[in-house]
Nanobody, 123 residues
């Protein structure tokens, strides 16, 4: 059974930090490009950051560039997102998703996705 399980969310004050994790199982993690997305109430999914299958390339949304850092551990099938200098507009449900091909990555047609972990940034 394929599973992507996110953890690490919570409530934090503006300027604070959180580290999200995504544990993958049931598929060959190293074969997939991995992405973090987020969704706020009343809005559609927003792409946040992608790390390619070997971890040698990353791409960030302008809204998080310089504040968020994605990493992956292919040996342990884990994906992480270090979020620093959080802002209220970062408040959202964050979830990880996997894409087996560049085409799926570019079109957002992910193979698998998790249920998400809530991040709330508020004073």
């Amino acid at each position: 059974e394929v599973q992507l399980m996110e953890s690490g969310g919570g409530m934090v004050q503006p300027g604070g930090s959180l580290r999200l994790s995504c544990a993958a199982s049931g598929f060959t993690f190293s074969d997939y490009h991995m992405t973090w997305l987020r969704q706020s109430p009343g809005k559609g999914p927003e792409w946040v950051v992608t790390i390619y299958q070997y971890g040698d390339k990353t791409a960030y949304a302008d809204t998080v560039k310089g504040r968020f850092t994605i990493s992956r551990g292919n040996a342990k099938n884990t994906l992480s997102l270090q979020m620093n200098n959080l802002k209220p507009e970062d408040t959202a449900l964050y979830y990880c998703a996997s894409a087996s091909t560049y085409a799926r990555l570019l079109t957002g047609d992910y193979d698998y996705g998790g249920q998400g972990t809530q991040v709330t940034v508020s004073s």
